[in-house]
């Protein structure tokens, strides 16, 4: 299964664009990279998901490169409400069970 | 549509004693997976219901841990006994598919063992 590698922490201010960058080296050809939110005392929730090149929908983009061995989540304009954990997972797609592997993921503050 | 409904939110209850959390899948969702953090570490992947059938329980830590999903509708999971490294958030999801993005989150039961 493919570890993931984020930043631990990102500083920002609102209406500034923010790049999270996970890598995955080991990234296995049947992988899909979904990323989710965590807010305190909630569960995770989800964001956007993609294989490669480029994914948008209403709240962010997602970036990956040919090699799929890194994916950058974009937040456009930010506010004060998007600080929370980002959480970056890799695992592959279909039925069945799969164990999807939660890293330590990315704390974004976003500062007014 | 109802999101993901977890009960209780918190539990507090002694060393040794048993407890037992509930999920409430999102209403068709075949697919149930139950996960947890305990304090300071990830969050761990415990075992992935397809329907009633246990499709992965490999993350289940010990046999202190019993899952069920009879009916394939609401699942449990109940430690007994409980011990004081069992405290920590416990989450559930359902999707529909298995699908990794198709994963609806609840807000988690707070489990703390004194």
């Known amino acids: 299964l493919a570890k993931t590698t984020q930043p631990i922490s990102m500083d920002s201010y609102e209406g500034q664009e923010v790049n999270i960058t996970c890598s995955h080296n080991n990234i296995a050809t049947n992988d899909y990279i979904t990323w989710y939110q965590q807010f305190p005392s909630q569960g995770p929730r989800f964001i956007i998901q993609?294989?490669?090149t480029k994914v948008t929908n209403e709240v962010a983009s997602l970036f990956i490169p040919a090699d799929r061995k890194s994916s950058t989540l974009s937040l456009p304009r930010v506010s004060l409400s998007d600080t929370a954990v980002y959480y970056c997972l890799v695992g592959g797609l279909g039925t069945g069970g799969f164990k999807t592997i939660f890293g330590a993921g990315t704390r974004l503050f976003v500062k007014a | 549509e109802a999101g993901v409904t977890q009960f209780p939110s918190h539990s507090v209850i002694e060393k040794g004693q048993t407890v037992t959390l509930r999920c409430d899948p999102i209403?068709?969702?075949?697919?149930l997976y139950w996960y947890r953090r305990v304090m300071g570490k990830e969050i761990k992947f415990l075992l992935h219901f397809v329907k009633e059938s246990k499709q992965d329980e490999s993350g289940m830590p010990n046999n202190r841990f019993l899952a069920e999903r009879t009916g394939g509708t609401y699942s449990t999971l109940k430690v007994q006994p409980a011990e004081l490294e069992d405290s920590g958030v416990y989450f559930c999801?359902?999707?529909?598919?298995?699908?990794?993005?198709?994963?609806?989150f609840g807000s988690g039961t707070r489990l703390t063992v004194v």
């Open positions: 999801a359902s999707s529909q598919d298995g699908r990794v993005y198709g994963y609806t």
């Open positions: 209403s068709g969702h075949d697919n």
């Open positions: 993609g294989y490669k």
